[in-house]
């Protein structure tokens, strides 16, 4: 009998998604396993998708994307983060940032090369990179005067030869840790002395609670970059517009890599679909109040969720500065997967356990506070009852 490719067989099933599949089989979960909101994508970007059907955006558009889409992006770079960037060979949309992950470590890795991923973080990219037969190291933030910190001396300890590719997320899933300016340079000089490639996972930038006045995106490590580095960002419409289900994201990369990725895009998915491509432009053109007010309730949202957390003992929890996760540390957790199914089972609440975002991540649980309020207290209250009675 033919047997499954044995590297197949060695990318791990998400911990979150097992959970989450034994939830949807339960009537009544309050979900908070997820990263979505429950609040619906705004109207304007559902009609925007109902009005290019009827224009006809039914048909194969470029494998980078549709041009207009791609110019949009630039000028949107511009406003919010002061980068110039080139459509036409800087930008290629990707059918969702899950996708565009995978062009960026396709485009960076050879068979039996090394990544250094540092975690906690979404399971993604360690999978990516075992997809595509790289070999990935997780190296930890350290969590150090009261918040996550990128710990420069294991990252030289872990780079060998064959590191090729080095990973970050920020804002982060699940910490909400944001990079500091001096840890961005640190990042980039530690890529450019050993020749890496550096991939920041920025889908998270516009959730950001540290800035003047909300609606400021995380500052993107594009600010600090050099057009000819070894740079690449992913990004995704699902957070920042409550796209989800939509599969729209893209990548920004040097040059000569835009064209081989734009070439790649051809073998894994053609192109995202044309007419949810003009949503997305829709999104770009009218949404800074929506995200406004979406980032108000977030905000909310999380302080609610520490209020409550900040009164039971051996439960210890860091304010985020971004995205819109919780991810607490349960004094004397073992074994967080195994606490997440029994509180599924005992409570209908359902989180996701520390232990599916890698290395650092065990004796937590993430709480995606998206949701809306009323879900979210129900949730809450349920959880941490049931910490209290463990």
């Given at each position: 009998m033919a047997k499954i490719a044995l590297r197949a067989g060695e990318v791990p099933y998400s911990r979150i998604r097992e959970l989450a599949e034994e939830a949807m089989k339960m009537e009544g979960v309050v979900?908070?396993?997820?990263?979505?909101?429950?609040?619906?994508?705004?109207?304007?970007?559902?009609?925007?998708?109902?009005?290019?059907?009827?224009?006809?955006?039914?048909?194969?558009?470029?494998?980078?994307?549709?041009?207009?889409?791609?110019?949009?992006?630039?000028?949107?770079?511009?406003?919010?983060?002061?980068v110039e960037l080139d459509p036409d060979s800087e930008i290629v949309i990707t059918a969702s940032g899950v996708q565009a992950l995978n062009?960026?470590?396709?485009?960076?890795?050879?068979?039996?090369?090394?990544?250094?991923?540092?975690?906690?973080?979404?399971?993604?990219?360690?999978?990516?990179?075992?997809?595509?037969?790289?070999?990935?190291?997780?190296?930890?933030?350290?969590?150090?005067s009261g918040r996550y910190r990128v710990d420069f001396q294991s990252l030289e300890e872990a780079v060998t030869p064959r590191t090729r590719l080095l990973v970050y997320t920020s804002p982060s899933n699940p910490l909400g840790w944001v990079a500091t300016e001096e840890e961005q340079e640190g990042l980039l000089d530690f890529a450019r002395r050993h020749d890496l490639w550096l991939l920041a996972d920025e889908v998270y930038d516009r959730i950001y609670y540290r800035a003047p006045k909300l609606g400021i995106p995380a500052p993107s490590i594009l600010r600090k970059a050099r057009r000819?580095?070894?740079?690449?960002?992913?990004?995704?419409?699902?957070?920042?517009?409550?796209?989800?289900?939509?599969?729209?994201?893209?990548?920004?990369?040097?040059?000569?890599?835009?064209?081989?990725?734009?070439?790649?895009?051809?073998?894994?998915?053609?192109?995202?679909?044309?007419?949810?491509?003009?949503?997305?432009?829709?999104?770009?053109?009218?949404?800074?109040?929506?995200?406004?007010?979406?980032?108000g309730r977030y905000k909310a949202n999380r302080d609610f969720c520490l209020g409550m957390l900040s009164e039971i003992p051996?439960?210890?929890?860091?304010?985020?500065?971004?995205?819109?996760?919780?991810?607490?540390?349960?004094?004397?957790?073992?074994?967080?997967f195994d606490f997440c199914r029994r509180l599924l089972h005992e409570t209908k609440v359902g989180l996701a356990p520390g232990v599916a975002f890698g290395a650092g991540g065990e004796g937590s649980v993430r709480i995606c506070y998206a949701?809306?309020?009323?879900?979210?207290?129900?949730?809450?209250?349920?959880?941490v009852r049931f910490l209290r009675g463990k």
């Amino acid at each position: 009998m033919a047997k499954i490719a044995l590297r197949a067989g060695e990318v791990p099933y998400s911990r979150i998604r097992e959970l989450a599949e034994e939830a949807m089989k339960m009537e009544g979960v309050v979900k908070l396993y997820f990263g979505e909101s429950n609040i619906p994508t705004p109207d304007f970007i559902k009609q925007a998708a109902c009005r290019a059907l009827e224009e006809g955006y039914t048909f194969y558009s470029e494998n980078a994307g549709l041009p207009g889409l791609r110019r949009d992006l630039a000028a949107y770079y511009r406003r919010l983060q002061g980068v110039e960037l080139d459509p036409d060979s800087e930008i290629v949309i990707t059918a969702s940032g899950v996708q565009a992950l995978n062009l960026a470590i396709r485009c960076a890795i050879d068979p039996g090369d090394g990544a250094i991923l540092l975690t906690p973080a979404w399971p993604n990219a360690t999978s990516t990179v075992l997809m595509d037969c790289g070999n990935p190291h997780e190296v930890r933030l350290q969590f150090r005067s009261g918040r996550y910190r990128v710990d420069f001396q294991s990252l030289e300890e872990a780079v060998t030869p064959r590191t090729r590719l080095l990973v970050y997320t920020s804002p982060s899933n699940p910490l909400g840790w944001v990079a500091t300016e001096e840890e961005q340079e640190g990042l980039l000089d530690f890529a450019r002395r050993h020749d890496l490639w550096l991939l920041a996972d920025e889908v998270y930038d516009r959730i950001y609670y540290r800035a003047p006045k909300l609606g400021i995106p995380a500052p993107s490590i594009l600010r600090k970059a050099r057009r000819d580095d070894a740079v690449m960002v992913a990004q995704s419409f699902s957070k920042t517009y409550c796209m989800t289900g939509w599969r729209v994201g893209w990548i920004v990369v040097r040059r000569d890599v835009g064209q081989k990725a734009a070439q790649l895009n051809e073998f894994i998915v053609s192109h995202a679909a044309s007419f949810t491509q003009r949503a997305a432009q829709a999104a770009l053109a009218q949404g800074e109040e929506e995200i406004k007010r979406m980032l108000g309730r977030y905000k909310a949202n999380r302080d609610f969720c520490l209020g409550m957390l900040s009164e039971i003992p051996g439960v210890s929890v860091p304010s985020p500065d971004g995205a819109f996760y919780l991810f607490p540390k349960i004094e004397g957790l073992k074994d967080s997967f195994d606490f997440c199914r029994r509180l599924l089972h005992e409570t209908k609440v359902g989180l996701a356990p520390g232990v599916a975002f890698g290395a650092g991540g065990e004796g937590s649980v993430r709480i995606c506070y998206a949701a809306d309020r009323s879900i979210l207290e129900e949730g809450m209250e349920k959880f941490v009852r049931f910490l209290r009675g463990k």
